[in-house]
């Protein structure tokens, strides 16, 4: 089964009233200009060195950045409806927006020809959505206050053996993903096999009563995330990789352990009618470069799509990315369509159960 466009259209349209258009950019902007939206911060300063200044340099088309929600569905569909566009490209978009922007058709096909593209594994690659980066949900703690380690997600529950402060997500996708595992479903497919049933729900919820009065922050910004672990104020906090490894590289004590963690593609998508498609195309295409993805990922650890990326990332740095070998086998992916046919009725039910006493 799969999201039906016209619910696909529903879910975005929820949040489209609340976007504030910015200011279309004028006509007068070169014909040779691509204006580009990214999630900003470490992503623009990343992408910059990687892709925006080289793609300048070697095209001659010059790279716009603009900064835009994490979550950009609704922006999608009111440039479309509008005709009128802010950007040309967006990147960063995660893959369960990307299928419900494709459902809704939003979006533009992309040119998924030529050597570079022919080395991206088909799951990282669709005719609308391509993935240069991996980012996974993993277990993340203090080693000060672990210095045994911890050695899945089941430790999260383990309160009388594991003393220490716990922050969880504000999300129901990944707690209750990390419910399941911690009762001793294997990721991937046995947890929607799980979930097929009311009472898999029923058994998910049940393991978060077990550990709700534990839990210290409920987190719902991914940088929070990050300066919870850093600062000290808890030790256990399941979080995206990146972050993670950004509170030890400010000096933290802080360690992840992929067993167990679940991942999402993340990556690039130009919306339908976009005038500039075909630059943007373009520009996709130099995103599939082992080189380009290997100089992305020396300054924001996700994982390269393109394997062959992996020839020019200093070893160092190679081993603490979410598609390194070692660490990938560890991991399986979000159903991003399990997860779309399930999204209202499971943040109704999680946001519910959080409220009561």
Known sequence: ?????????????????????????????????????????????????????????????????????????????????????????SGGVNSDVAELLATSQLVEPLDLSGEDMSEIPAEFKSEYFFSDGIVTFVLAYRSDTFPKGLKSFADIWDIKGQLGRRAMRRLARDMIEIALRADGVPGGDQVYKVLSEPAGWDRAFKKLDEIKSEVRVWWDSSPQSAQLLQSGEVDICPTFNARAQSAAQNGAPVVVNWNGGFYSPAGWLIPKGAPKADLARRFVKFCARADRQAAYVDILPNGPSNPSAYKYIREAVAKELPSFPENFKQTTRVNDEFWGRNKAMSDQRFNEWLLKG
């Open 1 to 89: 089964m799969t999201i039906k466009r016209r619910d696909a259209l529903k879910l975005i349209g929820a949040s489209a009233g609340a976007v504030v258009m910015p200011a279309i950019w004028s006509r007068s902007v070169a014909a040779e200009t691509l204006i580009v939206s990214d999630p900003g911060g470490v992503y623009t300063k990343a992408w910059t060195e990687a892709y925006y200044r080289p793609f300048a340099k070697e095209t001659g088309i010059a790279i716009v950045p603009v900064v835009r929600r994490s979550n950009p569905a609704a922006e999608f569909k009111a440039q479309v409806d509008a005709k009128k566009y802010n950007w040309d490209i």
